[in-house]
């Protein structure tokens, strides 16, 4: 898992002035709202003695650990030590990791890492989302899996006319081939869009619009976690886009926030039959990803044997490499083995400015350094 990503913590309505524990990259966080309804995030261990500070209160601006009272504002610094009584300056080693968060599409982001703002990989953005020609619904799934195998299988073209049969495709034409495509690259992701024959869909009211024929579709991936899908059901351009935000609680467990965005149809008695549709879609996907062995997979392709279909994903693969290059990747193992006798926290921005005034300790990242820029192709 990477650290100087942004990553969904919760959807916006969940974080309210009662601290909220979460878990993101296998450690524990606190969300909650200030007096002025701003929203915050800090490392969940407490820098006294390792209290668990999602579990106290809010206490004006601050959330208020559970075990002495210490009371950590939404910056990290400690405002209060109450042991100590008043005091003129509390020591700056009892500070906390606070993260930069950005409220954008009814969800609560958190950029978990010491990058500093002009740094940051962005949020995926949806063009769209304000736009009144547009309707935007909303879902949330957990999924037993890991976050790379959700990223692979979003942006694998050749999956759809298999694994979702009912959203039609070319189905079982012994002539089908997923058509050739070129990739586009940004700067925190790439993509394809590639023309499909679709047999239009089974229901009703999405089948007026989602008609036989030719279809575009096409997906990606941007930065670590999060994907978008674009179909177009016909040539006037009436579509559906799909767009993906997820977090990995840890290495096994996966929290997907989808924002789905329509420019037809737009009746809001017809969101139920989109939102059918969309949950039938994600639970075909959810059966084949859950299974796929190993749930983790390799850097490279060991075990694999990759054909050109799967370019985009490998375009995924050579990221990683690079972003594990910059020093971001988490040293799981290393962490695994002080289970339970050391504490980590992800730096903060906060720890470039003041290096040495941290009581817990810093996450370990891998060193691997890059030696191709492109994935071992074991390629048909
Ligand atoms: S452990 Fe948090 S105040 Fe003591
Ligand atoms: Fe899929």
């Avoid at 002080?338 to 009581?359: G, K």
Wanted: charged share 25%; aromatic share 10%.
């Amino acid at each position: 898992m990477f650290m100087n990503f942004w990553y969904p913590a919760e959807d916006s309505e969940s974080v309210t002035n009662k601290p909220l524990k979460v878990n993101m990259l296998g450690l524990p966080f606190v969300l909650w709202r200030d007096e002025a309804g701003k929203a915050h995030c800090v490392s969940n261990t407490c820098s006294h003695r390792g209290g668990s500070i999602g579990d106290g209160k809010v206490v004006g601006n601050c959330v208020q650990c559970p075990y002495h009272g210490w009371l950590f504002n939404g910056d990290g610094e400690c405002e209060r030590i109450p042991s100590l009584g008043p005091i003129e300056k509390i020591p700056p080693r009892s500070r906390i990791d606070a993260y930069p968060v950005e409220e954008r599409y009814g969800l609560i982001f958190v950029f978990l890492g010491d990058l500093p703002e002009a740094e940051r990989p962005t949020i995926l953005p949806i063009d769209e989302y304000d736009d009144e020609n547009w309707r935007v619904l909303r879902m949330r799934y957990t999924w037993k899996a890991n976050y790379v195998r959700l990223v692979e299988n979003q942006s694998d073209p050749s999956h759809v006319e298999y694994v979702h049969g009912g959203m039609g495709m070319a189905g079982e034409n012994t002539d089908y081939q997923v058509p050739k495509f070129k990739i586009d690259e940004t700067d925190w992701g790439a993509g394809t869009m590639t023309v499909f024959e679709s047999p239009g869909s089974p229901d009703h009211e999405v089948g007026a619009v989602s008609t036989k024929g030719r279809s575009d579709a096409g997906s990606g991936f941007h930065g670590i976690s999060m994907t978008w899908t674009r179909i177009r059901f016909n040539p006037q351009g009436d579509g559906m886009n799909m767009y993906i935000y997820s977090v990995p609680r840890n290495e096994l467990e996966l929290e997907i926030f989808l924002i789905n965005t329509r420019n037809c149809r737009l009746d809001p008695d017809l969101d139920k039959n989109f939102l059918s549709r969309m949950g039938v879609a994600v639970e075909e996907d959810r059966i084949v990803v859950e299974k796929l062995e190993p749930a983790i997979p390799s850097k490279d392709t060991i075990g694999e044997f990759i054909i050109p279909a799967d370019d985009v994903l490998m375009r995924y693969r050579d990221r990683l490499k690079d972003y594990e290059a910059r020093g971001w990747r988490l040293d799981l193992a290393e962490m695994a083995k002080h289970e339970h006798r050391m504490v980590y926290a992800i730096p903060s921005p906060a720890r470039r400015e003041h290096p040495d005034d941290w009581a817990v300790t810093e996450a370990p990242r891998t060193q691997a350094p890059i030696t191709d820029n492109n994935t071992i192709r074991n390629q048909a």
